[in-house]
């Protein structure tokens, strides 16, 4: 998954994603290990949108 790549190519933490996102650090940390087995789509849109990225790119994209 490219959410912790793109979270520390941007400088960020855990904590300020959740801030800039508004999602809970505890699902960013969940998704980031890949212990989650099912997350809202607003939460992936709000997590997107707070890198600059869509959800597809974010999440789906195999080629970074």
């Known amino acids: 998954m490219n959410l912790k790549l ?3 190519r941007r ?3 855990q904590k300020q994603l959740s801030k800039l996102s508004g999602v809970g650090v505890n699902t960013i940390v969940k998704l980031e290990k890949g212990d989650i087995d099912s997350v809202m789509v607003h939460n992936l ?3 997107a949108n707070a890198l600059g990225m869509t959800i597809t ?3 789906f994209n195999d080629e970074q």
């Open 57 to 59: 790119e974010l999440f």
């Open 45 to 47: 849109r709000k997590i």
């Open 11 to 13: 400088g960020l933490n």
């Open 6 to 8: 793109e979270r520390i």
